[in-house]
Nanobody, 125 residues
Framework: VQLQASGGGLVQAGGSLRLSCAAS????????TGWFRQGPGKEREFVSG????????SYSDSVKGRFTISRDNAKNMVYLQMNSLKSEDTAVYYC???????????????????WGQGTQVTVSS
């Protein structure tokens, strides 16, 4: 499967953005999908993930309550709605996927074997 992330940009603190991850391949509905980010000088970290059928979701503590992940398998799309953005959310955001039939949403990078290119999110304070 090939992934393409989009929707990044420059936004003021407190603002919102919606990231999109478009996937190729008709079997995308069997892929767990996650969003990761890498800030300047930082390691790439898990942000949010969603099970193949949308039945399970997971968020990092730093974004819980502010970000919402969703998916539309009919359109091969996964979204990340980001509200109440903070300067510390500034990073390159990546979507990633792994084929699995489990409802468990995995948070470690090593569990994802397909990655898209990143989209830059910059939050100005």
């Amino acid at each position: 499967v090939q992934l393409q992330a989009s929707g990044g940009g420059l936004v003021q603190a407190g603002g919102s953005l919606r990231l999109s991850c478009a996937a190729s391949g008709r079997m995308f509905r069997s892929y767990m999908t996650g969003w990761f980010r890498q800030g300047p000088g930082k390691e790439r970290e898990f942000v949010s993930g969603i099970s193949f059928d949308g039945g399970s979701m997971s968020y990092s503590d730093s974004v819980k309550g502010r970000f919402t992940i969703s998916r539309d398998n009919a359109k091969n799309m996964v979204y990340l709605q980001m509200n109440s953005l903070k300067s510390e959310d500034t990073a390159v955001y990546y979507c990633a996927a792994r084929s699995t039939s489990s409802q468990a949403v995995l948070t470690a990078r090593r569990h994802y074997n397909f990655w898209g290119q990143g989209t830059q999110v910059t939050v100005s304070s």
